[in-house]
């Protein structure tokens, strides 16, 4: 298949880095905004970071450059420069679910709450285990207060509470119905339960989807972490044959 066949879509944090304990802790290898940004111009545009981080974290992290992104699972996604959606106004029962959750957490030692503004997550890597269930019953009982127009969403050592109807699937339908990506075929590459979520329409839709990392997955193709991930973009960018079909299996 040509270059143009394809629309690529790649989660961030544990797929393009690797994950810190601190969300503010991500590495960047230096190489890898330019490298991106050489291989969106070999996609013809068709590249876009999927993430559950803010798009402004995004860009933080892989300034100078700006990518087409879906930041918060979709709540909130730039296309051509223009972005929609993200206004923290358009949720004052999460805005107040915010101040609940950080009060009930605040004697909890290693349990980190990141307020995206339209999302909230709840870390507990550094947490020991009795703090951890603390932290993870607490996001629990908001997410039920704020009911059905919300969900809790589980990760690796995080869970957070977002729109309902934001989920990565439906963000990637939304970009493939668009251009450049319109008409091309789907790549996603992520690592998380969120991402596992993913796979499945992109699987559905004829696309190819790739795990990062071990566990159970509904993934097609499997790579065993962060720098595989880099090495295999890398190589694309620089005019390496794009057969991600080829990949070893999940």
Not at 66 to 74: I, S
Not at 90 to 101: E, Q, S
Not at 124 to 137: C, E, F, G, T, V
Not at 232 to 249: F, K, Q, T, V, Y
């Amino acid at each position: 298949m040509t270059d143009t066949a394809y629309a690529l879509f790649l989660d961030f944090d544990g797929t393009l880095v690797e994950i810190a304990p601190r969300p503010d802790g991500v590495v960047v290898p230096p190489t890898l905004p330019p490298g991106l940004a050489q291989l969106r111009t070999r996609l013809g545009g068709a590249l876009a970071l999927v993430t559950g981080r803010p798009i402004a974290t995004i860009d933080g992290f892989l300034d100078p450059e700006r990518f087409d992104t879906a930041g918060l699972h979709g709540v909130e996604q730039r296309r051509g420069g223009r972005i929609v959606g993200g206004d923290p106004a358009d949720h004052p029962a999460l805005r107040a679910g915010v101040a609940t959750l950080q009060q009930a957490v605040v004697d909890l030692d290693g349990v980190l709450i990141e307020d995206k503004g339209c999302s909230v997550a709840v870390h507990w890597r550094l947490a020991n285990d009795a703090d951890a269930a603390r932290a993870q019953s607490a996001a629990a009982s908001v997410a039920g207060i704020l009911g059905e127009a919300y969900r809790l969403q589980q990760g690796k050592a995080v869970a957070e509470i977002l729109p309902a109807s934001a989920t990565k699937g439906h963000a990637i339908r939304a970009f493939l119905r668009e251009a450049p990506y319109a008409g091309r075929r789907a790549i996603f590459i992520g690592d998380d339960l969120t991402d596992e979520k993913a796979f499945v329409p992109v699987n559905e839709d004829g696309g190819i989807s790739i795990r990062v990392g071990p566990g159970d997955t509904v993934a097609r193709h499997r790579l065993a972490d962060p720098a595989a991930v880099r090495a295999l973009l890398m190589g694309w960018a620089e005019g390496g044959a794009i057969e991600p079909e080829a990949l070893p299996p999940a």
